[in-house]
């Protein structure tokens, strides 16, 4: 059974860091591409980034460029998201998915998610 598990998130105030993890257990890793999303309050969905398989590649959404970074570590089964110069309209809950393709990617499985708080 393929399980992803986010944590990191928590009360940041603007301007500050925070890294999310995502471990993930059930498949190959290394065979699969994995992004980000985040949900806020009332809030659709929306895509925040992914990387490639083997991490080669890497795709960020126009409003996260400069601040956040995608990474992941094939031997620990793990997705980082790096965030930097939070800002308070980064408040979501931020969820991590594996797909089998970069792109298109949609997410065949998904983490519960964290929330993630930025305070002004």
């Known amino acids: 059974q393929v399980q992803l598990v986010e944590s990191g998130g928590g009360l940041v105030q603007a301007g500050g860091s925070l890294r999310l993890s995502c471990a993930a257990s059930?498949?190959?890793?290394?065979?699969?591409?994995m992004g980000w999303f985040r949900q806020a309050p009332g809030k659709e969905r929306e895509f925040v980034a992914r990387?490639?398989?083997?991490?080669?590649?890497?795709y960020y959404a126009d409003f996260v460029k400069g601040r956040f970074t995608i990474s992941r570590d094939n031997a620990k089964n793990t997705v980082y998201l790096q965030m930097n110069s939070l800002k308070p309209e980064d408040t979501a809950v931020y969820y991590c998915?594996?797909?089998?393709?970069?792109?298109?990617?949609?997410?065949?499985?998904w983490g519960k998610g964290t929330l993630v708080t930025v305070s002004s």
């Open positions: 998915a594996s797909d089998a393709t970069y792109y298109p990617f949609r997410g065949d499985y």
């Open positions: 059930g498949r190959t890793f290394s065979r699969y591409a």
């Open positions: 990387i490639s398989s083997r991490g080669s590649s890497t």
